[in-house]
């Protein structure tokens, strides 16, 4: 059977984003990571390699120091406890089916992510959005809230989470997660926050936001190789959430034992010194965000969202792309096309109306030359 | 708060095991990597790497060609269709999650790995174990399905799904699956075998087996770096175990959307070809397990589980080793301390009365070199 197998494409896999273009993609601008990380993949790159002097668990491995790193990366977010998970989505998840009911409400923002749709629908739990604000802003207002939790009470339904996108993928919006937890708190419900898109970019202290759970992405704001998150908690959720075994005493149920052995952990660590440096320098990031939306609103983009921007990731309407598509021969594949020429890529090919970038963690000579290629590709086609 | 935070410890991470020492950890040789998935991690080890050219789901990205790969691996396997998991133990969780029911029976062999009843846990399932014969062989007979699923049909109890462990972790045993999956089908009951020590290191062909859905593990036989696993299943469960959310049409709810993005599944594929070529090889190195027996059992090593070992992961009753530990002022470290020194590890510190080996994948001067070594130990302590 395996005959008709051509194998050679298996033979000499190759990446040109990152080396050979910079690469504007949201979603990638906070995984990628730094020389001491892949020198780290290199020493543990083998299967179980963290695993040499396990005594039965991954978060209590202490060579290498996961163990001390989880304690670490608590201090670092604020909250009691931490564990490595495969992602944000799956933290979620865990929190989800552990601390609710099948059946339960969550009431969540209507920019969350799909994937706490996804894991609410594997949870089997039902939900109730609160409703952005609509074009342009899709702002979500906290107070929000309130309502949502009040018309579900009246409804006699069980809630059993409230749950916020800090930073949303769509428009970047960081909403007021301080306000929120508040809102959780003082109607007595547990409140999980979706870092994905802010811890690791960003300063972001758990408890002063009252947050009762962060699920944080490695591979997508950590400067870490995915698959790999973080779930941190505060202690008094710790029984439920890290509830054992039955019959395997040392083994966590919601992390099926053990999660990410293996490369990805060892990223995220020796990404560590890294990120924690990183979130000082958010003021920096935010000034090249913004200044990306002013020079580029001047030539016909417009920045939705709300404005200014308090995230890298940003979203515009670009009538002035879809302008030129309309008579370039390339249609749409022009703007892709033309940034490839000039060394950037990570913009979704063939997307006219809308683009989604992030500058994060470029240099300010690489944002003004990004900057100054869009400009003379929109001015020369 | 990051002030109390020593981060010199994540500044270098190093292992060496394996770059320094032959290790003989049975968990550990099926996931040592090639060169060529190094240099593949290499490239793709930022965090969404694998997601540049991504039209909505990770199992039909086409660049790196893991659309193609999949298919391959099925063709591989024998089976139908296959999705990336982050390991054997997630893809058991969503067997179990999304054909079984909340109270029903799993029935599975007494050698089940520890992940077997955690998942079974987390879904929320009951089980009925088949008991091995106890020592030494702790065999498995397929027979025992019968009488099982018998006794809970007689109790009126509902199954949802049949179990075996293709090789166990504890013995090594070598268990046949077509008999268990010929039991399975004539009861119509959904056949699920854990390829977790099997699949990547000996030829395994589902259907041949009566499989309906095969777990398996990249980090633990398939020469991958984890955390990655593989799911494949028969086209008639793809309805139940791919179906796609309600919300976001394109997304598997069992999968959460997308499971391990970056380094572990490119280094997944750059082994393919590796393990397809090792698997042909599957004679050569039950030899060489064969001759580590002959050899060790002739210094008072007793192996346990069936013999002659079909497998290579071998359990050892060690004695000899314990006598020494009795009067060895290192105690039970003995031997630890004395591989270390010829360049061996991966036996389990401190441990004398029974150790766990393997010496799959290595050269046969390796194993003479193993075996000349533990015998000079136990010659001269």
Chains 1, 2 share one sequence.
Not at 28 to 48: L, N, T
Not at 330 to 359: A, N, P, W
Request: overall charge neutral; aromatic content about 8%; some cysteine.
């Amino acid at each position: 059977m395996t005959e008709n197998i051509n194998f050679d494409k298996y033979k000499n896999i190759k990446r040109h984003m990152g080396r050979e273009l910079i690469d504007l993609n949201p979603i990638q601008r906070g995984g990628i990571i730094p020389v001491e990380s892949k020198k780290a993949i290199y020493e543990y790159c083998d299967g179980y390699s963290v695993c040499d002097y396990c005594g039965g668990r991954l978060d209590k491995v202490e060579t290498p120091p996961i163990c001390e790193f989880l304690n670490d990366m608590s201090k670092f977010l604020n909250m009691d406890i931490s564990r490595p998970t495969h992602g944000a989505r799956e933290s979620k998840f865990i929190v989800m089916h552990s601390i609710c009911n099948e059946g339960d409400y969550v009431v969540l923002d209507e920019n969350a992510h799909y994937t706490s749709y996804v894991a609410m629908e594997r949870a089997k739990l039902n939900y109730a959005e609160v409703k952005n604000e609509g074009y342009p802003t899709y702002r979500i207002n906290p107070e929000g809230y309130k309502e949502v939790i009040d018309k579900l009470e009246d409804e006699g339904k069980n809630i059993g989470l409230i749950l916020l996108t800090h930073v949303d993928g769509d428009y970047g919006n960081l909403t007021d997660a301080k306000k929120v937890g508040k809102i959780a708190k003082d109607r007595g419900y547990p409140f999980l926050l979706n870092c994905a898109y802010s811890v690791g970019r960003m300063p972001v202290k758990g408890k002063k936001l009252n947050a009762d759970f962060l699920a944080c992405s490695g591979h997508k704001s950590m400067a870490a190789s995915g698959p790999i998150g973080i779930l941190s908690i505060r202690d008094e959720f710790a029984d439920k959430v890290l509830r054992t075994s039955k019959t395997h005493p040392v083994k966590e149920i919601e992390m099926l034992g053990c999660t990410s052995r293996g490369a990805p952990i060892v990223s995220l660590m020796a990404s560590f010194p890294h990120i924690v440096e990183r979130v000082n320098h958010w003021d920096e990031e935010i000034k090249k965000t913004r200044f990306v939306v002013h020079e580029l609103e001047e030539i016909g983009f417009n920045q939705i969202g709300i404005k200014p921007k308090e995230h890298d990731l940003i979203k515009f309407e670009t009538p002035v792309l879809d302008e030129i598509a309309q008579k370039d021969k390339r249609r749409g594949y022009f703007f892709y096309d033309e940034l490839k020429k000039r060394g950037i890529g990570g913009i979704r090919r063939g997307t006219t109306k809308e683009i989604k970038m992030s500058v994060y963690g470029l240099t300010w000579e690489q944002v003004e030359y990004v900057v100054d290629s869009i400009k003379e590709i929109v001015e020369n086609c």
